[in-house]
């Protein structure tokens, strides 16, 4: 049986989070974008409300949401700021590959580590050279006895100044590829310097950083499932974030649209409101469909993953179709607003600036399009 309702749980998660998003993120958005401010104070107030962790079982002190309770969550906190919802975001990105492929006594150390007080963790897969083709990645993990020794570059890391814990994916061999990529939980120690930090176009709240890993000793306790395995951690990893990017794609959209509708309710031209014009409304109507349709796609990927059945494709629809279609409403709120649209006075013109960046990260738009032809030519989803 298919049932569309939210369990009372459910709804209680997404009105404290609606309220929390309008109290607390809201007011202090287009200052923290203008400034670039990093959002510590909000995040830590997230924390203390269990927004954090999401995905950390209870037995640790996390939230222990299902994979569908955390795009509810995102979608409410991403309406407030994207910006500031991916900053929290990252934070369990970066504990995901502890969840999926670690030990009890690294969930022991790392979990406690994040729900006993707030702490900042980032998730290192990019570099310079190698962003949509992971396995191209040159980061080198060398063993030398009871550890391994860290050399190389991370670009665009998220969180990535003020991280106590780095998940870092690196090779045994450049050579090998997919084949000897391994994951590590590396604590911030002497030779992880920050060499610079991005100057972003949007989510401007968000930090983005490079970083150098620099003769890194990491012990071997720390290896995140087996040498080689690094390259299945990254992809479950992926599948599992991106519904909730997907989710704060959703969260952007619906706040551009309404911002729209409130707007177009308002604006008079040539003797009407612009609401009454067909062409407004038309823009409207598609904002409307293209919310529920992406819901429909990121919670079917949510409901998918706590289930545990395959998902990729899924994810990947829902990660490629909610943020196209948030890119395409902050456009088309934009136009609405005419030429204050375009002004740093109206809060279009963030939402525009946000939005291009969740067809980059994650995997590009690109990427998602390929993986679902790639599944697709593989078997037959339905
Ligand atoms: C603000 C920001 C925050 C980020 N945060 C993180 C983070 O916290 N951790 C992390 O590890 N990474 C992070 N990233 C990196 C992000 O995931 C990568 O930028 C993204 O995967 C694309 O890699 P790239 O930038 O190297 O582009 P490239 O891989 O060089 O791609 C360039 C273009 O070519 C296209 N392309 C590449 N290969 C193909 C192909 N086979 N077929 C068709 N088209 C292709 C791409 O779609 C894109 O349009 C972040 C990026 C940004 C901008």
């Not at 609606?18 to 510590?40: G, L, V």
């Not at 990529?181 to 490079?210: H, N, P, Y």
């Not at 080689?228 to 991106?242: N, V």
């Not at 704060?248 to 729209?260: K, N, P, T, V």
């Amino acid at each position: 049986m298919i049932s569309f309702e939210l369990s009372e749980e459910q709804k209680a998660l997404r009105d404290v989070a609606r309220d929390f998003a309008k109290n607390e993120i809201i007011p202090k958005a287009a200052e923290y974008d203008k400034n670039a401010t990093f959002p510590i104070d909000i995040l830590k107030k997230a924390f203390e409300v269990g927004f954090l962790n999401q995905a950390v079982p209870e037995s640790y002190g996390g939230g222990g949401l299902s994979n569908l309770d955390a795009v509810i969550l995102n979608e409410e906190l991403a309406y407030g700021c994207i910006g500031f919802s991916t900053s929290l975001m990252v934070n369990d990105l970066a504990l995901s590959p502890i969840l999926i492929a670690g030990n009890n006594a690294q969930k022991e150390k790392f979990f406690k580590m994040f729900t006993k007080e707030y702490t900042t963790g980032s998730f290192c897969l990019t570099e310079p050279n190698a962003g949509s083709d992971v396995a191209g990645l040159q980061t080198k993990a060398e063993k030398k006895g009871d550890y391994y020794i860290l050399n190389g570059t991370k670009t665009f890391i998220t969180n990535g100044t003020y991280a106590k814990l780095y998940t870092v994916f690196a090779t045994l061999d450049p050579t090998q590829r997919h084949k000897a990529l391994c994951c590590f939980a590396v604590e911030k120690c002497d030779g992880i310097t920050v060499s610079k930090k991005e100057d972003k176009m949007g989510q401007r709240c968000s930090d983005t950083v490079q970083i150098v890993f620099n003769n890194v000793k990491v012990p071997q306790e720390n290896l995140i499932g087996k040498e080689g395995e690094g390259w299945l951690i990254a992809m479950k990893t992926l599948d599992k974030s991106r519904p909730l990017v997907s989710a704060g794609s959703i969260g952007l959209a619906r706040r551009a649209m309404e911002c729209a509708r409130d707007y177009a309710k308002e604006r008079v031209a040539f003797g009407k409101v612009i609401a009454e014009y067909e062409a407004i409304q038309f823009m409207l109507a598609n904002m409307a469909k293209g919310v529920e349709a992406a819901r429909l796609l990121a919670w079917k990927a949510a409901w998918l993953l706590d289930q545990k059945l395959p998902s990729t494709h899924i994810s990947s629809m829902a990660k490629c179709f909610g943020t196209d279609h948030a890119m395409q409403t902050t456009i088309d709120a934009v136009q609405i607003y005419g030429g204050y649209g375009y002004m740093k006075d109206y809060p279009v013109e963030k939402l525009m600036r946000d939005a291009k960046l969740l067809q980059i990260y994650e995997g590009t738009n690109q990427i998602q399009r390929l993986v679902i032809a790639r599944e697709l030519l593989k078997a037959n989803f339905y």
